[in-house]
C-alpha cells in the first residue's frame, strides 16, 4: 500500500525555465493538497484539488503557478519562469474524503533555483 | 498575520523526562486542532489530534491539551526518546475544513 509518491525528489532549474512536480495520492483518495515549505517557515497551504475540479487554490501566487489532478495520472504543479524566491520544499497530501483529518503527506519535492 | 505561533524554534530534553512543545492561535473559532512531525528530508506525519469539544486527547506517549480561553495548545511527550527528535508543527483546520494552517514548528532535540 503506497503511500503519496511525489517526483521528482530534487529538482534543480534556472531562473526562467519551467518546473514540473508530480504527486500520485494514496490508493483509494481521490482529494490531493499541495504545500509550500519556505526555508524556516511552516508549511504553507497553496491549491486544493479533487479529479478534474479546483476546490481552493487561495493559497497559489497569482501568476507563474497552476496546478491540475487529471482523470488519469498524477497531480501537477507546474511552475513557469522560475525565479530564485520560489526554491522551497513543495510537499502534498492526499485525503480519502475532503477534509484536513485524514491527510498523508509525501515526501516532498525540493526545488532549487540557480 | 501569523494565525498559529510557535514561538520557541527550539526545545532540548533529556531522555525520559517530558518534552513540552506549546502553540497559540488567534481565532477564537478554529475548532480541530492537529499536531505534525517532521523528519528532515521527508514530509510531516500525522501525530495526534483534538476537537475543540475537549481539552486533552491522549494516545500513548503523546498527550495534546487545549486551552480555548487562553486560545493555547500544548503537546506532552512522556517519557522522551532520541527518536523523538524531529520537527514538531501544530496545525489548525481552516477554511471550508479542508485547509490546515500550520505553525513555524520546533525542533526537538532529546538527548541522551
Known amino acids: ?114 | 498575520d501569523q494565525q498559529v505561533k510557535q514561538n520557541s524554534p527550539s526545545l532540548s530534553v533529556q531522555e525520559g523526562r517530558i518534552s513540552i512543545l506549546n502553540c497559540d492561535y488567534t481565532n477564537s473559532m478554529f475548532d480541530y486542532f492537529l499536531w505534525y512531525k517532521k523528519y528532515p528530508a521527508e514530509g510531516p506525519t500525522f501525530l495526534i489530534s483534538i476537537s475543540s469539544i475537549k481539552d486533552k486527547n491522549e494516545d500513548g506517549r503523546f498527550t495534546v491539551f487545549l486551552n480555548k480561553s487562553a486560545k493555547h495548545l500544548s503537546l506532552h511527550i512522556v517519557p522522551s526518546q532520541p527518536g523523538d527528535s524531529a520537527v514538531y508543527f501544530c496545525a489548525v483546520l481552516t477554511g471550508t475544513a479542508s485547509k490546515l494552517t500550520f505553525g513555524t514548528g520546533t525542533r526537538l532535540q532529546v538527548t541522551l
Not at chain 1, 41 to 64: A, T
Open chain 1, 1 to 114: 500500500n503506497a503511500g503519496v509518491m511525489q517526483n521528482p525528489r530534487h529538482l534543480v532549474r534556472r531562473r526562467g525555465q519551467e518546473a514540473r512536480l508530480r504527486c500520485s495520492p494514496m490508493k483509494g483518495h481521490s482529494h490531493v493538497y499541495w504545500y509550500r515549505q519556505l526555508p524556516e517557515e511552516g508549511l504553507k497551504f497553496m491549491v486544493y484539488l479533487q479529479k478534474e475540479n479546483i476546490i481552493d487554490e487561495s493559497g497559489m501566487p497569482k501568476e507563474r503557478f497552476s496546478a491540475e489532478f487529471p482523470k488519469e495520472g498524477p497531480s501537477i504543479l507546474r511552475i513557469q519562469q522560475v525565479v530564485r524566491g520560489d526554491s522551497a520544499a513543495y510537499f502534498c497530501a492526499s485525503s480519502p474524503q475532503g477534509a484536513g483529518y485524514g491527510y498523508t503527506f509525501g515526501s516532498g519535492t525540493r526545488l532549487t533555483v540557480v
